[in-house]
């Protein structure tokens, strides 16, 4: 059974740091992409970041130099890393997992954590 477990988000400033962490089970870790996905209140769930079987890493456009998005396969968990955050990251962020890092970064058919809230006052 897959199971996506998100940790980490909260309540911070505008310029402030936060790492979320995403723990896996039930599939084999390391040979599937991970990524995460945010919602935004009133907004659609767009594509935050993902990472390859191999380590090769890709950004959403909003986020590039702030976030950084890593894994550790003994532990199965995945990280997002994230810097300088805006008001606008406000949003419930997201942990997803396929075994088609392609497919992946589409989110159609993905498996999908619970989710972790994450509040940037100004």
């Known amino acids: 059974q897959v199971s996506l477990v998100e940790s980490g988000g909260g309540l911070v400033q505008a310029g402030d740091s936060l790492t979320l962490s995403c723990v896996a089970s039930?599939?084999?870790?390391?040979?599937?992409?991970m990524g995460w996905f945010r919602q935004a209140p009133g907004k659609e769930r767009e594509f935050v970041a993902a990472?390859?079987?191999?380590?090769?890493?890709f950004y959403a456009d909003p986020v590039k130099g702030r976030f950084t998005i890593s894994r550790h396969n003994i532990r199965s968990t995945v990280y997002l890393q994230m810097n300088s955050l805006k008001p606008e990251d406000t949003a419930v962020y997201f942990c997803a997992t396929h075994g088609d890092f392609r497919l992946l970064l589409g989110g159609s058919e993905n498996y999908w954590g619970r989710g972790t809230q994450v509040t940037v006052s100004s």
């Open positions: 990472i390859s079987r191999s380590s090769t890493t």
């Open positions: 039930g599939f084999t870790f390391s040979v599937n992409g």
